[in-house]
């Protein structure tokens, strides 16, 4: 079973959270995220936020970007060691 919003939506209903990595070609997401190409600098990341979810965009390496989807957190908090990682991964 792949993650997506509407799958959140129906585990919150069922009081259940959920937090993963999501593939970039849903349709749910928004475009910047289904580029290749983007000014986003290296260990960066911008949050999406719905009502129930939170997507998360974190940008590792020149062309790559993990898509982080969680129901459970709803910010994104970088810890301070030598690789700059979120506190959801």
Same mark, same amino acid.
């Given at each position: 079973?792949?993650?997506?919003?509407?799958?959140?939506?129906?585990?919150?209903? %069922?009081?259940?959270?959920?937090?993963? /990595? =999501?593939?970039?070609? @849903?349709?749910?997401?928004?475009? !910047?995220?289904? #580029?290749? *190409?983007?000014?986003?600098?290296?260990?960066?990341?911008?949050?999406? %936020?719905?009502?129930?979810?939170?997507? /998360? =965009?974190?940008?590792? @390496?020149?062309?790559?970007?993990? !898509?982080?989807? #969680?129901? *459970?957190?709803?910010?994104?908090?970088?810890?301070?060691?030598?690789?700059?990682?979120?506190?959801?991964?």
């Amino acid at each position: 079973m792949t993650l997506s919003v509407p799958l959140a939506t129906k585990l919150i209903t %069922k009081r259940t959270s959920l937090v993963g /990595t =999501i593939r970039r070609n @849903k349709r749910e997401l928004p475009k !910047l995220v289904k #580029s290749k *190409k983007d000014n986003m600098p290296s260990f960066s990341t911008i949050l999406y %936020k719905t009502d129930n979810c939170t997507l /998360t =965009i974190y940008k590792t @390496k020149l062309n790559k970007k993990v !898509l982080l989807l #969680s129901s *459970k957190c709803k910010s994104a908090k970088i810890k301070k060691d030598c690789k700059l990682l979120l506190e959801i991964i």
